[in-house]
C-alpha cells in the first residue's frame, strides 16, 4: 500500500509518465501538413479564421448560419492558432497534442479524486492518451472540436464533483458554465448530463443503491433519485437546445437527409453492428481508417447481423447491470459507452460514413473504466497479482504507444491519410475522391481522372467528384463535359455551392453570360464567398454592366480586403469608367497584395503612361518583364513610352522581342516601321 505522504510523489511521476508517453507516441504531429479533409473549411480557406482574431470575426463565430455544427469555440481556438502562427500547420497541430495532453491529466486526477483509487486512474487515462481510436481527434485538425469540448467535459465533471462535496450556488454555477462552454466546443456533451447522474451512483455515492459508495476524496451527502434528477434540468435544457440547433444546422447545410422506412431500417442496424464493430477496434485496432463507408444496402444479411449484434448488446446490458449492484463501476462504464455514443451512432444519419474512430474519444472512457477496476478484481485471489498486473500494464501500453505512433504518421499528409485508407477498406469513394484531389494537386491529371471515375464507379450519386471531375474537365479545355458533371452535381445536391460557381465559371467561358450570371447568384444567396463575387462580376463586365460588377467586386472585397483578383478587376472597370485615379489605387493595391502580378504591372503602366508619367510606366513594363520576360504585350508597351520618351532605339529593341514572340502582330509591325522610320530621319 502507498504511503499518503508519497501520494503527491508518485502523482507527479505517473503525470510526467502519461505526459513522456504522449510525446513519444505523437512526436512526427508537429511536422504534419493539413490535409485536403475539411481542414481547408476549418483553417487554410476560411478567410474568417485565417485573419485571426478581430471583432467581426469574432461575431462570425457564433452567428447561427448552417455552417454545420455551431460550434464558436472551435472557431475561436482556430482563428488564435492563426493569430499566433499564422497557417503554419505544425503549431495548429501543436494546440491539439497540447490539448489531449490536458485532457489525460484531467482525466487522471478527476477519476483519482472521486474514487480514490490512484492506479486504476492512471490506468484509465494511459489507455485514454495511447489508444489507436483516438488519433483522429488529435492529429486531425479540423476536429479541433473534439480535443477541446473533451476538455470542457472533464472540467464540468471535475467541478461537478466539487459541487457535490460543497452544494453550493457558486459551485453549482460553475459546472454549469463550464457545461456551456462545452457544447459551445462541439455538442456532442448533450449526454454528459446523463453522465453526471451515472456519477451520482459510482463513484460519488450520492446515489444510494446496493453497494454504491463514495469512494475517493470527496465527501458525499447521499440524495434522492427525484433530487439528483431535478438539479440536473438546467443541464438537460441547454442538452436539448443543443441537440435541435445541430438538427436544424444540419438539416440547413444537407447532412442529415430525410429517411423512408428501408432506409431506417439500415441504419438502425448499422447503429447496432457499430456498438459492437467499436467494441471490437477498441480490443485489436487494427485497419483504423479516416472513412469507413457505409455498407452496401443488402438488407437481410445486415439485418441478421443487426439482430446478432443487438441480441448481444442486450445480454451484455442485463448482466452487467445486475453485476452492477455489487460492482458499480461495471454499470457506470457500460451505460456510459452506450449513453455517449447515442448522438453519433447515426440512427439520424448526418454524413454517409458507418463509424467514425472520432466517435470513441469521449466513449470508450467508459469501457476503460470497466477494465481498470474489473480486471484487478477478477484476478484478486492470484498470488503476485500486481506483478502480473504491472508486467500486463506495461506490455499492453507499449504495443498501444508504437499503433498509434504509426496511425498517427498516416496523417502526415493528405496522400499518405489516402493511400492508408484505399489499403485497409474496400469501396471506399471518399479515399478516392481525395486520392484524385492530391494527384490533380501535383499536376497528374490522367491519374486523379481514374481515381474519380473510380469514386463514381462506387458511388455514381457522390456529387462532390462530379464537381471535381467538371473542374478538371475545364482546365483540360473540355467545356463540355466539364458542364455535363457540373450538372450532374446540382442534380443531386441543387444547394451545392462550389458546383453553381464552377458552372458559372464554365458558361461564361462558353459566352453563356445569362446562364453564367444566374448560377453565380444563386451561389451568392446560398453562401456569400469572395470569388463567386468576383466571378460575378467578371460575368456582368462581359455583358456590358459596368457598374453592376463595380457592386460585386466591391463586394467581393467587403468579404476579403486583401483579395488581388478583385482589385485588379475593379481596377479594369473603373478604367473604363475612366475613373483613372480610382483605378491606379486598385491595381497599387494588388501589387502590395502580390508584387509579383504581372498583369497589374502592365496594366499600371498603360494608365501612368495615359497621363504622362512615362518614368513611372516604364519602371512598371521593366518590372513585369522581370517577372515574365517573354511578354509580348509588355514589350510592346514599352517600346511605345520608350519612343515617345525620345529613346527610339532602345524602343526598336523592345518592338523586335515582341515580335520574336508573337511574329504576326501587325501592331507591333506598324509601331517598328514607325520607329526604324524615324530613327533613319534622325541620322
Not at 494546440?95 to 489525460?104: D, E, F, K
Not at 444537407?254 to 467499436?278: C, E, M, Q
Not at 458552372?503 to 444567396?525: K, N, T
Not at 499600371?604 to 508619367?613: A, V
Amino acid at each position: 500500500m502507498v504511503n499518503v505522504t508519497n501520494r503527491p510523489r508518485l502523482e507527479f511521476i505517473l503525470s510526467f509518465f502519461l505526459v513522456v508517453t504522449i510525446l513519444i507516441a505523437f512526436r512526427e504531429l508537429p511536422n504534419h501538413d493539413f490535409v485536403s479533409l475539411d481542414d481547408h473549411a476549418y483553417v487554410t480557406e476560411n478567410n474568417r479564421v485565417s485573419e485571426g482574431i478581430t471583432v467581426e470575426n469574432i461575431l462570425w463565430a457564433f452567428e447561427f448560419k448552417g455552417r454545420g455544427y455551431w460550434h464558436p469555440l472551435t472557431w475561436l481556438s482556430h482563428m488564435l492558432d492563426c493569430q499566433l502562427f499564422g497557417l503554419n500547420p505544425g503549431m495548429h497541430h501543436l494546440t491539439s497534442l497540447l490539448l489531449h495532453i490536458a485532457n489525460t491529466l484531467l482525466l487522471f486526477f478527476v477519476l483519482k479524486w472521486m474514487t480514490g483509487a490512484l492506479w486504476q486512474s492512471a490506468f484509465v487515462a494511459a489507455l485514454f492518451a495511447l489508444h489507436p481510436l483516438h488519433v483522429e481527434s488529435v492529429a486531425w485538425a479540423a476536429e479541433r472540436k473534439d480535443v477541446l469540448s473533451t476538455f470542457f467535459w472533464l472540467l464540468t465533471m471535475g467541478a461537478y464533483g466539487r459541487y457535490a462535496e460543497q452544494l453550493g450556488f457558486r459551485s453549482y454555477f460553475l459546472v454549469l458554465f463550464f457545461f456551456a462552454l462545452g457544447l459551445m466546443a462541439k455538442p456532442m456533451l448533450v449526454t454528459l448530463p446523463f453522465v453526471l447522474l451515472l456519477t451520482d451512483y459510482w463513484p460519488l455515492g450520492r446515489l444510494q443503491l446496493g453497494q454504491a459508495n463514495s469512494q475517493g476524496d470527496v465527501k458525499i451527502r447521499p440524495a434522492s433519485v427525484l433530487h439528483l434528477v431535478w438539479e440536473k434540468i438546467p443541464f438537460f435544457v441547454l442538452s436539448a437546445l443543443a441537440s435541435i440547433a445541430i438538427f436544424i444546422t444540419e438539416k440547413i447545410g444537407g447532412t442529415v437527409k430525410p429517411l423512408d422506412w428501408p432506409f431506417l431500417k439500415i441504419h438502425v442496424a448499422n447503429a447496432l453492428i457499430s456498438y459492437v464493430r467499436y467494441i471490437q477496434k477498441m480490443i485489436w485496432p487494427s485497419r483504423l481508417a479516416f472513412f469507413y463507408p457505409y455498407p452496401k444496402m443488402i438488407l437481410n444479411p445486415l439485418l441478421l447481423k443487426a439482430i446478432g449484434a443487438g441480441f448481444l448488446l442486450i445480454c451484455l446490458t442485463v448482466i452487467i447491470v445486475r453485476a452492477g449492484r455489487k460492482h458499480p463501476y461495471l454499470a457506470v462504464g457500460w451505460l456510459w459507452y452506450l449513453g455517449t455514443l447515442v448522438p453519433v451512432i447515426g440512427v439520424v444519419q448526418a454524413g454517409s460514413f458507418a463509424m467514425a474512430d472520432r466517435y470513441t474519444y469521449v466513449t470508450l472512457i467508459g469501457l476503460f473504466i470497466m477494465i481498470a477496476w474489473g480486471v484487478p478484481e477478477l484476478l484478486a485471489r492470484w498470488r503476485h497479482r500486481k506483478v502480473w498486473l504491472a508486467a500486463a500494464a506495461t506490455i499492453l501500453l507499449s504495443i498501444l504507444m508504437v499503433l498509434t505512433w504509426k496511425q498517427a504518421s498516416y496523417w502526415k499528409n493528405s496522400q499518405t491519410l489516402f493511400e492508408h485508407a484505399l489499403e485497409v477498406t474496400s469501396d471506399n469513394y471518399v479515399a478516392h475522391n481525395g486520392m484524385g484531389i492530391v494527384l490533380k494537386n501535383q499536376g497528374r491529371i490522367d491519374e486523379a481522372i481514374v481515381h474519380y471515375m473510380e469514386a463514381l464507379r462506387i458511388k455514381p450519386d457522390f456529387e462532390e467528384t462530379h464537381n471535381n471531375l467538371g473542374f478538371v474537365f475545364y482546365h483540360q479545355g473540355d467545356n463540355r463535359r466539364a458542364i455535363e458533371h457540373y450538372l450532374e452535381a446540382l442534380r443531386i445536391k441543387p444547394g451545392y455551392v462550389k458546383a453553381h460557381s464552377n458552372l458559372g465559371v464554365a458558361l461564361e467561358r462558353d459566352g453563356r453570360l445569362d446562364e453564367a450570371i444566374s448560377h453565380f447568384s444563386e451561389a451568392l444567396r446560398l453562401q456569400p464567398g469572395e470569388d463567386t463575387c468576383n466571378n460575378l462580376g467578371i460575368a456582368l463586365f462581359r455583358k456590358g454592366d459596368t457598374q453592376k460588377a463595380i457592386k460585386q467586386y466591391l463586394n467581393a472585397l467587403c468579404i476579403q480586403p486583401n483579395s488581388v483578383g478583385a482589385h485588379y478587376n475593379l481596377g479594369i472597370a473603373l478604367e473604363k469608367q475612366g475613373r483613372i485615379d480610382e483605378a491606379v489605387s486598385h491595381y497599387l493595391e494588388a501589387l502590395r497584395i502580390q508584387p509579383d502580378y504581372v498583369n497589374v504591372h502592365n496594366n499600371l503602366g498603360i494608365l501612368l503612361e495615359r497621363q504622362g508619367r512615362l518614368d513611372e510606366a516604364i519602371g512598371y513594363y521593366l518590372a513585369a518583364l522581370r517577372i515574365k520576360p517573354d511578354f509580348e504585350e509588355v514589350h510592346n508597351n514599352l517600346g511605345i513610352a520608350l519612343f515617345h520618351k525620345g529613346n527610339v532605339e532602345r524602343a526598336i529593341y523592345h518592338f523586335k522581342a515582341a515580335l520574336r514572340i508573337t511574329p504576326t502582330n501587325v501592331n507591333t509591325k506598324n509601331n517598328l516601321e514607325q520607329a526604324l522610320t524615324a530613327l533613319r530621319q534622325a541620322r
